[in-house]
């Protein structure tokens, strides 16, 4: 873990160079990146009746496509959220369920 926190930092700072750079030429162009993944993050809230406080859903990740690609289940607690990944059964039904309810339109 610790290598990781020290590649962060690595990061941090020419990323935090990069910047400087931009405000300094607003032409500048931070050509670093090596690919870039579109991942869209739903929010489904499921209809529960509780007086607790506790909300609970499911988060659905989207392709670029509109595909499903992965989805959670969460419940929020006050402050607190908590955050269960599905068995690829589970995955399955919420794909079958949702799989044709969202349009993205990615220009």
Same mark, same amino acid.
């Given at each position: ?25 607003? @032409? ?22 509780? @007086? ?19 989805? #959670?289940? *969460?419940?929020?607690?006050?402050? #607190? ?5 599905f068995t690829d059964d589970q995955l399955e039904i919420v794909i079958g369920l949702f799989?044709?309810? *969202? ?5």
């Amino acid at each position: 873990m610790t290598e990781y926190k020290d590649k962060l930092e690595e990061r941090m700072i020419e990323l935090t160079e990069a910047l400087q750079r931009k405000l300094i030429d607003p @032409d500048y162009s931070y050509n670093e990146v090596k690919a870039v993944d579109m991942v869209i993050k739903f929010e489904i809230y499921l209809n529960d009746n509780s @007086d607790d406080g506790t909300v609970d859903g499911l988060y659905l990740y989207l392709d670029e496509n509109g595909v499903i690609i992965d989805a #959670e289940y *969460f419940v929020k607690d006050d402050d #607190e959220v908590t955050i269960m990944s599905f068995t690829d059964d589970q995955l399955e039904i919420v794909i079958g369920l949702f799989r044709n309810v *969202f349009t993205i339109n990615v220009e």
